[in-house]
């Protein structure tokens, strides 16, 4: 998982995405779905309906990666037990084409 504020481009992407959160739920087609980050276009910064969701697997390359320290390294493992008690109480959203709110 990366930190808030890595920089990354996403698989035929063409501008660079910064990681604004993880784990993001939003409501798409009547259903909530689970994303594991949220992103804006690098170096613009975040505008309200252009937010972009992806996953993991969707990132091509990692350009920079956010600030680390021992909070930041408590909240992966509480997050990756989070998901893991609960992969079954939430859908897990797919990528197939770019996927924004604007």
């Given at each position: 998982?990366?930190?808030?504020?890595?920089?990354?481009?996403?698989?035929?992407?063409?501008?660079?995405?910064?990681?604004?959160?993880?784990?993001?739920?939003?409501?798409?087609?009547?259903?909530?779905?689970?994303?594991?980050?949220?992103?804006?276009?690098?170096?613009?910064?975040?505008?309200?309906?252009?937010?972009?969701?992806?996953?993991?697997?969707?990132?091509?390359?990692?350009?920079?990666?956010?600030?680390?320290?021992?909070?930041?390294?408590?909240?992966?493992k509480l997050?990756?037990?989070?998901?893991?008690?609960?992969?079954?109480?939430?859908?897990?959203?797919?990528?197939?084409?770019?996927?924004?709110?604007g």
């Amino acid at each position: 998982m990366l930190s808030i504020g890595s920089i990354v481009y996403l698989k035929e992407g063409t501008s660079k995405l910064m990681i604004l959160n993880r784990g993001p739920m939003i409501k798409m087609n009547e259903e909530e779905l689970m994303f594991d980050y949220s992103g804006c276009i690098y170096p613009q910064g975040l505008v309200p309906d252009n937010v972009f969701y992806f996953n993991h697997e969707n990132i091509d390359e990692v350009i920079f990666e956010g600030y680390r320290d021992a909070d930041e390294e408590r909240y992966q493992k509480l997050y990756r037990d989070w998901t893991t008690e609960n992969h079954d109480k939430y859908k897990r959203g797919k990528v197939s084409e770019p996927l924004s709110t604007g």
